[in-house]
C-alpha cells in the first residue's frame, strides 16, 4: 500500500477526535485505522496486511501530530513516555 502522508493525517486526526483514548496507544490506533481502512476477521492475515497501512508509518505520522500540537496525549500517558525515555537513556 503506497503511503499517502496526508491521508493519514487526516485519518489519524479523525480517529483521535473521534476516540481521543486513541492518541495515548499506539496498539489500539493501529487497529482503528486499520477498521477504517477495511480490515476484516474474515479476509486472510496476508491479504488484510497488504491492503493497510504499516504500523511503524501510523506511529510515526502520530508522533509527528503530536510535536505539532494537533494531538495531545493525556498527561498520564506523556509522563509514563517521558520516564521510559529516561530510563532507556540511563542504560545506553
Known amino acids: ?48 496486511l497488504s491492503h493497510v497501512s504499516s504500523p511503524e508509518t501510523i506511529r510515526r505520522t502520530r508522533q509527528k501530530l503530536v510535536e505539532e500540537g494537533l494531538i495531545k496525549p493525556s498527561a498520564a500517558t506523556t509522563e509514563a513516555r517521558y520516564q521510559d525515555f529516561k530510563q532507556a537513556r540511563m542504560s545506553i
Open 1 to 48: 500500500m503506497k503511503v499517502n502522508t496526508q491521508d493519514m493525517r487526516h485519518k489519524i486526526l479523525r480517529v483521535v477526535a473521534e476516540q481521543p483514548e486513541a492518541a495515548n496507544n499506539d496498539k489500539f490506533l493501529i487497529s482503528l485505522i486499520w477498521e477504517k481502512e477495511g480490515w476484516t476477521p474474515d479476509k486472510g492475515i496476508l491479504w488484510n
